[in-house]
């Protein structure tokens, strides 16, 4: 089974720019998840999908960032402007039945350094 | 709201034990535990769901207190391959996982 693609790996942008991350979750997996993990701390839930729909996007900075899950597969999240706060590694993640609960597989990340 | 983990960091040599800890002030359904190794991605451990119950992978073992909303990750006879972070998550409301700092262990030779 394929995992979760993130694209780029990496991103080096100046303050102000926008920049787009991508992700194509794992084949049938409904719930799609976008964390932001800064160095050194755990990862921090920006939004979450459920199929094409937002179902939790409450720590999302939505003046500058915003997300999209058209046709509820791959999913987009784009940064305009950048700040310098915002260098950390993104992760999506989509959820996978376990017992009675769900489990997470995570992407490779996209790192992004804002300079 | 965000789970604590304790220790914050952890120094072992292989063969060691070790205890990770977690808690929550709200009341917890289910604890996650995920492994993260230096510039890679979180990886999935194990899911405890009951009170007292205990899970393993590989010679890593959990249990779940729910009355004292509290987990521990139990790493017996550690090996080289365990260095990573460790994080606990707890689900929110809208049943996405809010994570711990984590705790940082280094498994020396």
């Known amino acids: 089974e394929a995992g979760v693609a993130q694209s780029p790996r990496y991103k080096i942008i100046e303050k102000r720019q926008s920049v787009a991350f991508w992700c194509n979750p794992i084949?049938?997996?409904?719930?799609l998840y976008w964390y932001q993990q800064i160095l050194g701390q755990g990862p921090k839930l920006l939004i979450q999908?459920?199929?094409?729909?937002?179902?939790?996007d409450s720590q999302l900075p939505k003046d500058r960032f915003s997300a999209e899950r058209l046709k509820g597969v791959d999913s987009t999240l784009k940064i305009q402007p950048a700040k310098l706060e915002d260098s950390a590694v993104y992760l999506c993640?989509?959820?996978?039945?376990?017992?009675?609960?769900?489990?997470?597989?995570f992407g490779s990340g996209t790192r992004l350094t804002v300079v | 709201q965000q789970p604590v983990q304790s220790p914050q960091a952890v120094i072992l040599r292989e063969g060691e034990d070790a205890v990770i800890n977690c808690s929550s002030s709200?009341?917890?359904?289910?604890v996650h535990w995920y492994r993260q190794k230096h510039g890679e991605a979180p990886v999935f451990l194990m899911i405890?769901?009951?009170?007292?119950e205990q899970k393993g992978h590989e010679k890593i073992s959990a249990s779940f207190n729910e009355k004292k909303q509290q987990s521990s990750l139990y790493l017996t006879a550690s090996q080289l391959s365990y260095s990573g972070t460790y994080f606990c998550?707890?689900?929110?409301?809208?049943?996405?996982?809010?994570f711990g700092k984590g705790t940082s262990l280094l498994v020396t030779p």
């Open positions: 993640a989509s959820s996978f039945k376990y017992n009675l609960s769900y489990g997470y597989t």
């Open positions: 084949s049938g997996h409904a719930t």
């Open positions: 999908f459920q199929n094409n729909g937002v179902v939790d």
């Open positions: 709200k009341a917890l359904y289910s």
């Open positions: 405890l769901l009951k009170g007292g």
């Open positions: 998550g707890t689900l929110n409301s809208g049943y996405a996982l809010n």
